[in-house]
């Protein structure tokens, strides 16, 4: 399985990005995927999580409302549309993948992660 994590970059406060991550090397469709996030000296941070058919999303305290998780099982992507973005937010995102198509919230439940693009919110 290879994940290749996309879109990020430096926005300003309020500002919008849209994170994408494209799959492949195993059955996309029935496979949950999530984003999470790590802030430099932080434990990572759940931030969303989608099931394979797309109907199931489940999100991060912490979004409220600002990000929405969507997939295209006809690319293998999923994406993260953020906005409403604050310094706190900035972050290296990964994204990662099940071997189930249950939405799991915790790191330990993705088995394959990808990279991570680096998202920059200046004070």
């Known amino acids: 399985v290879q994940l290749q994590a996309s879109g990020g970059g430096w926005v300003q406060p309020g500002g919008s990005l849209k994170l994408a991550c494209a799959a492949s090397?195993?059955?996309?469709?029935?496979?949950?995927m999530g984003w999470f996030r790590q802030a430099p000296g932080k434990e990572p941070d759940f931030v969303a999580a989608?099931?394979?058919?797309?109907?199931?999303?489940t999100y991060g305290k912490f979004v409220k409302a600002r990000f929405m998780i969507s997939r295209d099982n006809a690319k293998n992507t999923v994406y993260l549309q953020m906005n409403g973005l604050e310094s706190a937010d900035t972050a290296v995102y990964y994204c990662a993948q099940r071997r189930t198509d249950v939405v799991g919230i915790s790191a330990e439940e993705f088995e394959y992660w990808g990279q991570g693009t680096q998202v920059t919110v200046p004070a």
């Open positions: 989608i099931s394979g058919s797309g109907l199931t999303t």
């Open positions: 090397g195993r059955t996309f469709s029935t496979s949950a």
